[in-house]
């Protein structure tokens, strides 16, 4: 094919743009017009300070990609945004000011009649038509085309605006352009208004690609992604499925239609769940996978893509979707529980594959994740430190493995790791700033509630923890008259028995008030009279004031928190004969490994090899000089411990991971094996065993 037949850029101005022979159309693929006020204040800002600083120098405003199909359409495959917004402008431009250059001389002038042209093809022809789906099309025209003026348009609420509705952002838009041309006008009059103008028509250019090949457009806009054009990785993943659509002559527009509706009903269950797109071909690829991934997301989704029928995919990727939005739904107390942790492509993608692949034991394999995840959490563990067994988890998960292979793979990393013994530690410790205790104490009031369909309670500033003994106590002793031993009491104030949930501005009004004034705010009956709190732990306290236990002390602090810790000990299913449990491990280590790192007994040779592969993946390396010099130049054996190419007469081994290949220095000592470890560590977060094995006599491994 003629390479001038598939891909033509020309650089064109605003007025070139929209007065070419064809209309442009938005396919039902792309998202829905999505602009805001940052978007539009930047365009805004951009053009006029390049109007008052250069206004004889074209001023350029980025690309679009388009398809001509011969015929008069132009359909665009990259820029729709702009494109968009810039028939916005032109429609206010064209309703609300009618005596634009009326009077002006100048050839290029954009009078009515110039920009009515940029707006219709013809009479009766718009030249900007969107998505198939006819209510995105209509909004546009009943909002935008048809209005004879915008005088009496508002801004729409925040509330409006998060919408998954694009008409509220077509009404932010024109507004925002009416707001902005009338206060040039009125600031600077007609004719600073009509040279603004013209430097937006005839100044301001976009480079205009016109492929005849949409799988070529395609690919350019994906070449255009690489060299640093900002997409998502929805909008890349969307682009592969659509090209594998279209390099297939099977795959009728209709289908192309269903893909459409599928995706936008995607888009609008993470709208609704707060999560991205982006987020969810996240956990879409981790079950896909079933391991960690070895490339970046779309790589991994673009191999997924090209090996599989893609109607199937995408109905696959449909399905789990909607369990994400049945597990969003979900009253189960359980789930709230697993909802609050930080870790949340690991626990979306169990809990939706739990759903997708239909695991017979669901609500047992919930107990028993969210038993794994908290426990994990509480005792102090890093994403990177639980990350090889959650993907073991979503393994055995999608494989539909026993709930008893599960439950014994997780408490064989809980136990080995001695994570009970550190839960115990951290519950009777000191427990105020810790980032789980909220979530903590919230699954402790799902799991006793009778009522399982009590709602979820988002983490935000209306959650609060109120220290009952007030950590400023001593500034009130005439209120706290019954505490005696001060010292003693204030090393109590931060633990677990001490801490009561409220909502709202219980916490503040009850802020330092001795316990009779708390519990009149506890029941609601306050300055403020918000009603009594709704968290079950705290009206305890409230039941035996009212039975006539009218004193706090440290002594009741220790009691209430023998109460909670053992509500945590039944919902995680955990006791004190825990702490020194083991779970038999299969003999896999000989007199030569030195180590445990990911499940796996390595050398010294093999750690520093492991931990190298993981850090190149995990940080998407592709290049030797991305390594840090510090890495690349440590000394392993009198050498540098990674080089570019191989060194001759010295032990060096091949690596190849991330499409990039080094040569790693293979003789390590056991004084630089621990050096590279104490380095490594401030590069990478990773967990480590040291094995106990008689040391041999040549440490040369």
Request: glycine share 2%.
């Amino acid at each position: 094919m003629n390479i001038d037949q598939t891909f033509k850029p020309d650089n064109q101005t605003i007025y070139q743009l929209f007065s070419c022979p064809a209309i442009y159309v938005i396919p039902n693929y792309q998202r829905q017009y999505s602009w805001g006020n940052e978007q539009l204040e930047e365009l805004w800002s951009d053009l006029y300070e390049s109007y008052i600083n250069t206004p004889n120098e074209c001023y350029f405003l980025g690309s679009i990609v388009v398809v001509d199909d011969g015929v008069g359409h132009h359909e665009l495959v990259d820029g729709q945004q702009r494109i968009t917004t810039l028939m916005i402008m032109l429609n206010v431009l064209f309703k609300t000011f009618p005596n634009l250059n009326e009077n002006s001389k100048e050839l290029l002038k954009g009078n009515l009649q110039k920009i009515k042209q940029l707006i219709y093809f013809d009479e009766g022809i718009d030249r900007l038509q969107l998505q198939l789906d006819p209510n995105y099309n209509t909004s546009f025209k009943q909002i935008i085309i048809y209005p004879e003026h915008y005088e009496n348009i508002h801004y729409p609420t925040q509330a409006e605006l998060k919408k998954n509705e694009p008409k509220y952002k077509f009404i932010n838009t024109a507004k925002f352009f009416y707001d902005k041309f009338n206060e040039l006008y009125q600031k600077e009059g007609q004719t600073a208004l009509d040279e603004f103008v013209n430097f937006i028509l005839f100044k301001t250019c976009i480079i205009k690609t016109v492929c005849t090949n949409q799988s070529f457009a395609i690919k350019l806009f994906l070449v255009l992604n690489d060299r640093g054009l900002e997409l998502g990785i929805s909008d890349i993943v969307k682009s592969y499925l659509l090209d594998k659509y279209d390099s297939n002559d099977k795959y009728s527009n209709d289908d192309k239609i269903a893909f459409s509706n599928n995706w936008t009903a995607m888009e609008e269950i993470a709208s609704e769940y707060n999560f991205t797109m982006d987020d969810f071909l996240v956990y879409y690829e981790y079950f896909k996978l079933k391991s960690n991934p070895k490339r970046q997301v779309t790589d991994e989704l673009k191999k997924i893509i090209q090996k599989s029928e893609v109607t199937f995919l995408v109905d696959e990727m449909r399905a789990f979707a909607d369990h994400l939005k049945t597990i969003y739904k979900s009253t189960l107390p359980v789930i709230y529980s697993l909802r609050y942790i930080p870790w949340k492509a690991y626990v979306m993608t169990a809990l939706a594959s739990a759903y997708q692949v239909d695991y017979p034991d669901k609500e047992e394999l919930f107990q028993v994740m969210r038993r794994f995840f908290y426990i994990s959490w509480i005792s102090g563990k890093t994403l990177n430190g639980i990350k090889q067994t959650s993907f073991n988890l979503i393994e055995a998960i999608v494989d539909r493995k026993s709930i008893e292979e599960i439950r014994t793979m997780l408490d064989k990393f809980m136990f080995g790791k001695r994570l009970i013994r550190d839960v115990y530690q951290v519950l009777e410790d000191d427990v105020y700033d810790q980032n789980f205790l909220k979530p903590l104490m919230l699954s402790i009031e799902y799991e006793i509630r009778e009522d399982i369909n009590t709602n979820f309670y988002k983490l935000n500033n209306t959650i609060h923890l109120d220290h009952i003994l007030p950590q400023r106590f001593d500034k009130r002793l005439d209120e706290w008259e019954n505490i005696k031993d001060i010292s003693l009491a204030k090393t109590y104030l931060n633990k677990l028995g001490n801490m009561a949930l409220l909502q709202g501005s219980k916490n503040e009004e009850a802020l330092n008030h001795g316990l009779d004034r708390k519990i009149k705010i506890y029941q609601g009956e306050g300055n403020k009279k918000n009603g009594i709190t709704t968290f079950d732990t705290t009206k305890w306290i409230i039941d035996k004031y009212n039975k006539g236990d009218t004193v706090w002390d440290v002594q009741h602090i220790m009691d209430r928190q023998k109460d909670l810790l053992e509500l945590i000990e039944d919902m995680l299913d955990i006791s004190k004969e825990d702490i020194d449990k083991v779970v038999e491990e299969e003999p896999r280590i000989n007199a030569f490994h030195k180590w445990k790192y990911e499940n796996e007994y390595l050398t010294n040779k093999g750690l520093v090899l492991s931990i190298l592969k993981h850090y190149i993946n995990e940080n998407h390396i592709h290049d030797y000089f991305s390594i840090p010099d510090e890495i690349r130049n440590f000394k392993m054996y009198s050498h540098e411990l990674i080089k570019n190419e191989i060194e001759e007469d010295y032990a060096y081994t091949k690596l190849e991971c991330n499409d990039l290949t080094v040569y790693v220095r293979t003789i390590c000592l056991r004084n630089d094996t621990n050096k590279f470890i104490q380095l490594m560590k401030k590069y990478y977060d990773f967990d480590l065993e040291k094995l106990d094995n008689q040391v041999l006599a040549n440490e040369l491994i």
